[in-house]
């Protein structure tokens, strides 16, 4: 053995100066084994493991070797072996690996022949036994063939037969067992036995019962096996006569059935529930001196304790210990079993105490057996010693969703500290706990008022996001988390009770009632955006809410000093289909207008009227009188025709007056001659006020149209001061309109006589 050190500083030079082409035809490099070579890079004359690849100039990983022709590289120095290599991998393994990590190209096969300097049996057999796929094996299979590599024999055929049929490739393995003597290659009945049985594995009994007759017409020789084979396939598929047919046409061709044959038959008959039947065969068995063994009469037990004879069952059972056949663990199984389905759970007890007191020990299929019986029973002391003992072996039961009975039985008799036991024995066998199981616990445990149990089992789900990581359908139900996140809501908890419920939506879970419990508890807690958040997602997902939970919400952005948001958790509330109080309206305007948020608590105002309430006009008037001071007369005028309409005729003399006294003449005429076209009730004091400050301020022509449109209305004209409203006209140069009212007022007065109107009387529309 020849080794070439070179140096880590330059190896990068070395295979720099190596050509794509070169490389390409290098063998293969290695580390070096030997401790004393620390940083070196040893190219060796071994054998390759697998072929360097190169792409763009550079060498792919991983790299186990470079091939050195001869004048690429200068004569390598040699040094003496020191032993076998370490470790040093079989070549069907490397080849194996190989097809499993790339595709199958002409490259590949390259790869492959420069590793193998010859194709044997045992070499071509172990690679098709450990490819990683049925496919790898099929490419190798006829790779080696066609390359002329390998010459199959029975021996390869057989076993890539039984990879193809496990991988229920069942074409290619016909095909290949087909064309097996043209190759040379004579059949036997293993190889069509093999192939009957995966179709019947696949469902295909057609093709099972096509390849059971072509060997008749291929020629090939059957025996027992075959037979024995082919009765179990079609006997599973319920085809009874086609049995019946196939074992007479056995018998004519001379072939003695075996106990093997007997069993599968009797198996059939009593799967197709065709109990005499079975019974005959078995008979019929015993009558040609076949002894039946223990397979028979564990079918004998089992096919009679299907149809709930358990009378015959026990009889087979004697009969078994009395031909000296000792029952196994599948035998007293079976009896525990059919005592379970018989609903006498009591003998099945027995059953396990005698199998246990002959030397056997139960196994997982057994306990299995006996534990949902135990529960419909309400044997819950003896289900509980079972256990123990299943956890003190480390035996699972074969179906998980059992330990679900074990806690709603134990719940249901209202041991709920058993039941725990349950969950924890889960865990110690290392059995994946659901959020089913919690479930169950935490609503029993909420049931009898053990909050604090189910809040520790709670912090387990979030912990462990048992919730997010099943794999199962064995959800929380609604009965389960629903009371325990009403208790943390309700006892300062919200954020642990909306921890657990965000893990819940993420499964799929939006129910109502947690929603709202949610945003009570998040308001009660004073967290109004928590709150507020859960309501968008409420509004977003279609989720009915409840009106208390938004009154809660609203009256926890009051205490919070929030009043805009207040107003914002309000009208949710109303879009939502709800009614707010006349109380909560109330709070909610107070509160704005004392903010200094007039024109909010006025859209307040208007939601309160268009839902009817009628309430609460003192606060009404104060945020009218804000507006009309505030310059938002066409808002305010806006509400009062709404009061107006809903029947609640707001104070207008009162805002009149005050207008007057704060100087907002133009927002008194504006509300004058509002209430002027629609009739309204007002004393003439009001109007005359209005006047005074409009002649006041040298609104002479506003004090004019108004005065103008009051006698219109057929009020009275002796305010003090139209004398002086005619000289200021005049005054001004407004001359016609002095003399129109002069003559407005001399024609009015002769009208009237000595009837003087105090107030304008209200007039039909």
């Known amino acids: 053995m020849s080794y070439f050190t070179i140096s880590k500083s330059s190896q990068f030079k070395l295979y720099k100066s190596l050509s794509p082409f070169s490389i390409k035809t290098l063998p293969f490099c290695s580390l070096s084994t030997d401790p004393s070579i ?40 040699r040094r003496a072996p020191r032993g076998k290599l370490k470790n040093q991998e079989k070549v069907e393994v490397i080849i194996c690996r190989m097809m499993a990590n790339r595709a199958w190209t002409t490259r590949l096969q390259n790869a492959i022949r420069n590793l193998v300097t010859e194709f044997d049996y045992e070499l071509v057999y172990n690679v098709l036994h450990g490819s990683r796929n049925a496919e790898h094996a099929l490419q190798f299979f006829r790779w080696v063939e066609r390359a002329g590599l390998y010459k199959h024999d029975k021996r390869t055929h057989c076993k890539i037969i039984e990879i193809l049929g496990r991988a229920s490739k069942l074409n290619h393995a016909r095909c290949i067992l087909l064309d097996m003597p043209k190759k040379g290659v004579e059949w036997d009945e293993e190889l069509f036995v093999m192939l009957i049985d995966a179709y019947g594995k696949a469902g295909i009994v057609q093709e099972s019962v096509k390849m059971f007759q072509k060997m008749t017409e291929l020629g090939v020789p059957k025996s027992v096996k075959a037979y024995d084979c082919f009765f179990k396939v079609i006997m599973r598929r319920g085809r009874y006569m086609m049995a019946k047919r196939y074992f007479n046409k056995m018998l004519a061709e001379g072939i003695v059935p075996t106990v093997a044959t007997y069993n599968v038959m009797i198996w059939g008959f009593f799967l197709s529930k065709r109990v005499e039947t079975a019974s005959r065969f078995y008979e019929e068995m015993k009558s040609k001196d076949i002894l039946p063994n223990e397979v028979t009469y564990n079918t004998m037990i089992n096919g009679y304790y299907r149809i709930k004879k358990v009378e015959e069952a026990e009889k087979y059972f004697a009969e078994m210990k009395e031909s000296g056949i000792v029952p196994n663990v599948i035998t007293y199984t079976t009896m525990i079993k059919g005592y379970v389905e018989a609903g006498q759970v009591d003998k099945g007890l027995n059953i396990l105490e005698e199998m246990e007191s002959s030397g056997l020990r139960p196994n997982a299929i057994t306990y299995s057996t006996l534990l949902p019986g135990l529960c419909d029973a309400k044997k819950m ?4 010693t079972i256990l123990k003992e299943m956890v003190a072996r480390y035996i699972a039961p074969i179906d998980n969703s059992i330990f679900r009975r074990l806690m709603l039985s134990q719940c249901e008799v209202g041991d709920l500290d058993a039941a725990a036991d349950f969950l924890k024995a889960m865990i110690r066998l290392s059995i994946p706990t659901e959020a089913g199981h919690y479930g169950i616990l935490i609503e029993h445990f909420c049931k009898a008022g053990v909050y604090d149990k189910a809040e520790n089992l709670v912090d387990k789900l979030i912990e462990k996001e048992i919730i997010l990581g099943q794999q199962s359908v064995s959800d929380m139900e609604p009965t389960a988390y629903n009371p325990v996140i009403e208790y943390l809501c309700n006892n300062e908890k919200t954020n642990k009770a909306e921890t ?11 129910d109502p009632i947690a929603f709202n419990n949610l945003i009570r508890g998040h308001s009660k807690e004073g967290n109004p955006d928590s709150a507020f958040e859960l309501t968008k997602i409420m509004v977003r997902r279609q989720i009915p809410s409840e009106a208390s939970a938004y009154k809660l919400l609203t009256e926890c952005y009051l205490s919070k000093g929030e009043p805009a948001d207040a107003k914002s958790a309000l009208d949710s509330m109303i879009e939502n289909g709800h009614h707010p109080d006349s109380s909560l309206y109330r709070s909610v305007m107070e509160s704005l207008f004392e903010d200094g948020r007039v024109q909010t608590a006025s859209r307040v105002m208007q939601s309160m009227l268009d839902k009817g309430v009628k309430e609460h006009m003192d606060v009404v ?6 507006l009309l001071l505030r310059g938002h007369v066409e808002e305010a005028i806006g509400r009062i025709e709404l009061l107006l309409h809903a029947g609640c005729a707001p104070d207008v003399d009162s805002l009149l007056s005050v207008l007057c006294e704060k100087g907002k003449t133009i927002a008194a005429l504006k509300l004058v001659d509002f209430c002027l076209e629609r009739d309204c009730n007002i004393d003439f004091s009001s109007y005359e006020k209005v006047l005074d400050s409009l002649l006041t301020a040298g609104k002479t022509l506003n004090a004019y149209s108004i005065l103008c449109k009051i006698m219109e209305k057929g009020g009275t004209t002796d305010w003090s001061s139209c004398d002086e409203l005619i000289k200021s006209l005049n005054e001004q140069g407004n001359t016609k309109q002095a003399d129109v009212l002069s003559r407005m007022i001399k024609g009015k007065n002769k009208t009237l006589g000595s009837k003087k109107g105090k107030k304008l009387e209200a007039m039909a529309s």
């Open 38 to 77: 620390k940083n070196d890079v040893i190219i060796t004359d071994l054998s390759p493991i697998e072929e360097t690849h190169v792409q763009d100039g550079e060498l792919e990983r991983p790299m186990r070797g470079i091939h050195v022709q001869d004048g690429e590289l200068e004569r390598p120095m």
């Open 381 to 384: 002391s003896e289900a509980r």
């Open 500 to 510: 657990l419920f965000r893990q819940l939506m993420k499964v799929g879970v939006q």
């Open 621 to 626: 008037a104060k945020i009218l009188e804000a």
